[in-house]
């Protein structure tokens, strides 16, 4: 089976302007995650999506948003780049959402470099 | 809310050595506890976890940890440690209730010297 899918890889953006990243889950999970991993803050939930549904959300501005497909693809957007955003983004997929009990498959992540 | 804290930075052993990561949590409901590692440019692989039952799981790599209900710990340990374990290893809860977010600690940077 083909793991978890992030593309692209690198970024480099300035400030000001917005960004999309894509996640490709496992076939077969339908539950997406996406982290925020820095030095500073370590890793950082940014949200969940099951079956195109947000489920859970953290605490990041609305700058910060995101989609899931019926595919169960998802993609995050980050509006207005700020200096702070420069992280590694990792997405996570799981078989379901419904219980805490299933391990996450993260990809290897989007590093996103704002100038 | 559901909190984790690995309370060392570093963890230096030598190889062959036993080596323990500890890790203890917060949380309002049962814990369902998660250890994953991370290799440098990598995104984090799945080591272990415990839901239910024994509280001493094994999982990949020749790891173990032990579930600790009364002091809320969740320490990983191998027995002989090798070089290749050198890695950054993140301990992480959930709450049933909370199925999709983890909630990770602020890792823990193994070294295992030759």
């Known amino acids: 089976k083909a793991g978890v899918t992030q593309t692209p890889r690198y970024l480099i953006k300035t400030r000001g302007q917005q960004v999309t990243l894509s996640c490709s889950p496992i076939?077969?999970?339908?539950?997406v995650s996406w982290y925020q991993q820095t030095p500073g803050q370590g890793l950082q939930f940014l949200f969940e999506y099951f079956s195109e549904t947000q489920r859970n959300k953290g605490n990041f501005p609305g700058r910060f948003s995101g989609r899931q497909f019926s595919n169960s693809r998802s993609e995050m957007n980050v509006s207005t780049l700020e200096l702070g955003d420069s992280a590694l983004y990792l997405c996570?997929?799981?078989?379901?959402?419904?219980?805490?009990?299933?391990?996450?498959?993260f990809g290897p992540g989007t590093r996103l470099t704002v100038l | 809310a559901q909190s984790v804290a690995q309370p060392e930075d570093q963890v230096n052993v030598a190889e062959g050595n036993p080596l323990t990561v500890k890790c203890t949590y917060s949380v309002s409901g049962n814990p369902y506890l998660f250890w994953y590692v991370q290799y440098p440019n990598r995104g984090l692989q799945f080591l272990l976890k415990y839901i239910t039952g024994d509280n001493l799981v094994k999982g990949s790599y020749g790891f173990e940890a032990e579930f600790n209900k009364s002091q809320t710990s969740f320490h990983l340990k191998k027995p002989s440690a090798l070089v290749s374990d050198s890695a950054l290893y993140f301990c992480?809860?959930?709450?049933?209730?909370?199925?999709?977010?983890?909630?990770f600690g602020d890792g823990t940077t193994l070294t295992v010297k030759p």
């Open positions: 996570a997929s799981s078989l379901r959402a419904t219980s805490g009990k299933n391990e996450q498959f």
């Open positions: 076939s077969g999970h339908r539950s």
């Open positions: 992480a809860v959930r709450e049933g209730t909370n199925a999709g977010k983890s909630t």
